[in-house]
């Protein structure tokens, strides 16, 4: 199956790469690595998510949050290289959770990206994985992720 085909099995329609918000690019790609810019929960233009968590913010809706970060992640990596079967593999999550005072929940809220990218790419999703609060977010997302993926070709 297809990485593709798996992304239709799990409802999962991809959006268009969302572009950058300031002066960067959405990703690099060094060598077999293609790094992506930090992805902030968008979808149709909006963010689905704002605030902070423990703060206003539940951890089901971090959960969310992270899940479309990851949902724009796989957007960037297929534009980066094209087809999505030549990721080959996750290399490393980097979470970054908009906390309020004393929310220490970050890994629970960023099993929503995790999760996502082991149900999309299987074996090839596992990954290493950084989960951080931090007290304040671009544009007040909730959740923000980074990521590093190998890909052949």
Known sequence: ??????????????????????????????????????QLPWRDGKLTCTGK????????????AARVCAINAIAQLKAAVGNLDLV?????????????PGFHEHPKVLNGASELFNEVFGPRGRHARVALGINETPLDAAVQLAVVAEVAG
């Open 1 to 38: 199956m297809t990485v593709e085909d798996r992304l239709r099995e799990l409802g999962i329609t991809l959006p268009p790469a969302p572009a950058g918000v300031g002066a960067y690019v959405p990703w690099v790609r060094a060598g077999n690595l293609v790094f992506t810019s930090g």
């Open 53 to 64: 968590l423990g703060a206003g913010v539940s951890i089901e809706d971090g959960f969310q």
């Open 88 to 100: 080959m593999q996750i290399v490393r999550l980097e979470g970054y959770v908009h906390a309020g």
